[in-house]
C-alpha cells in the first residue's frame, strides 16, 4: 500500500505531539489558582507551542498542497472518502485556527506574545476588554472541538487497523518504509 512522505509523516507526528501537549498544558495552567510564576511559565510554554504547532501546521499545508496524499483502499465506500476528506479539511482548519485564536486572546487581553522568550511577535491590536472574553471562549471551543475531532480520527484509524484489517494506519506509520511515497 501507498505511504505518505516521510516529511508529511514527520509533519503529522510532530504537530499531534505539539498539539496534545498544548491542550494538556492548557488544562493544566488554567487549574492553577492565581498568577503564580508556574503559572505564567506554563503560559509562555503554551504560546510558544501553539506557534510552533502553526509554523509546522503552516508547512504541512504547503507539502500536502505540493504532494497529494496516498489513495484510500481499494473498496473504500464513497461515503467514507468523503468522511476523510471533509475531516482533513476541519482538523486543517481547527489546526490553524485554534493558534490564532489563543494568539488574538493574547493580544486582547494585552499581553504580547514573545516566541521562547526572544523574538517578540507581531502586535496587530492592543488590550480590548471587550474583545477578550469574546476570544477566551472562542479560543477553548475551537480548541474543544479539535480536541473531538482529533479523538474521531485517531478512531477511524484505529478502526481501520483493527476491524477492517486494510493496512490504512501504515500509510502514516513512522515505523517502516517509505519506499512507496505519496
Known sequence: M????????VLHWLIALFIIGT???GL????????????????SWHKWLGVTVLGL?????L??????????PAGTPGWQQQAAHWMHILLYVLIVAVPVSGYAFTLAAGV????FGVLPLPVFFGP?????????EVHYWLDMSLAALVLLHVAAALKHQFIDRDGLLARMSPFGSTKEKA
Open 63 to 72: 507539502w500536502r498542497l505540493a504532494k497529494r496524499p496516498p489513495p484510500l
Open 23 to 25: 491542550f494538556i498544558l
Open 57 to 61: 501546521a503552516a508547512l504541512r499545508l
Open 2 to 9: 501507498p505511504r505518505y512522505s516521510l516529511p508529511a509523516i
Open 112 to 115: 504580547p506574545v514573545v516566541y
Open 128 to 136: 480590548d476588554p471587550v474583545l477578550k472574553p469574546v476570544l477566551r
Open 28 to 43: 493544566v495552567m488554567t487549574d492553577i489558582p492565581g498568577l503564580s510564576p508556574t503559572k505564567l511559565r506554563y503560559f
